[in-house]
């Protein structure tokens, strides 16, 4: 769980971690309101608390707009109330993580099931200079995630888990075909040449 004070001054921050407030949204579920009027809060995030967060999370979103017509349906823009953000979000925190990155990626469940298939022997045949340059790097984070699961995983939730708790396999989740396109963007604002390195091979 997310540090209580820590939290708060995430869902405060109108440039906070887009992971973080996943996290936050997930793990401390009583921000999930709080989360969700963050200028950060990407669609996919927005989208999974109109499904699964608490009822005061989702009549957040419903009063700007966002509802879900059922499970895995899409979130629909529609015209706002008239009502601030800041309104919105002094009201008492609600619900939201894992589906972040889950609802972030969401498609079918075919497109899911195609995407199963082993991503780095797919990456590797269509730039095999690419992957036999490529450096693998050594795993040292505790959690036991290895390069060949952030290099391979489909599973959107072990990427972004990865991507928070495993900085040193940052590289190998840029090159992951897999990853969903507002994590790849938060790696892209990073600076690391490793990264970059990664990010140019997906052009």
Do not use: H
């Not at 407030?21 to 669609?43: D, M, T």
Request: with cysteine; proline share 8%; glycine share 4%.
């Amino acid at each position: 769980m997310v540090d209580y004070d820590a939290a708060v001054a995430a869902v405060q921050d109108p440039n906070a971690d887009p992971i973080l407030l996943a996290k936050i949204a997930y793990e401390n579920p009583e921000f999930g309101a709080n989360v969700a009027v963050n200028p950060r809060c990407y669609p996919g995030l927005k989208r999974w608390i109109a499904e699964f967060g608490d009822e005061r999370a989702r009549e957040t979103l419903a009063q700007y707009g966002f509802t879900a017509d059922a499970f895995g349906g899409p979130v629909q823009d529609q015209e706002a109330p008239e009502q601030s953000a800041q309104q919105a979000a002094e009201q008492q925190p609600a619900d939201a993580y894992a589906a972040a990155q889950y609802a972030a990626a969401q498609q079918t469940a075919a497109d899911q099931y195609n995407a199963a298939q082993p991503a780095a022997d797919q990456y590797a045949a269509q730039q095999p200079a690419a992957q036999a340059a490529f450096e693998e790097p050594v795993a040292t984070n505790p959690y036991g995630f290895t390069a060949e699961q952030a290099l391979t995983t489909t599973d959107q939730m072990q990427i972004a888990q990865i991507a928070q708790y495993a900085p040193e396999l940052r590289a190998c989740i840029a090159r992951n075909p897999n990853t969903y396109p507002a994590l790849i963007e938060w790696l892209g604002q990073l600076g690391d040449p490793a990264i970059n390195a990664a990010l140019a091979f997906r052009q």
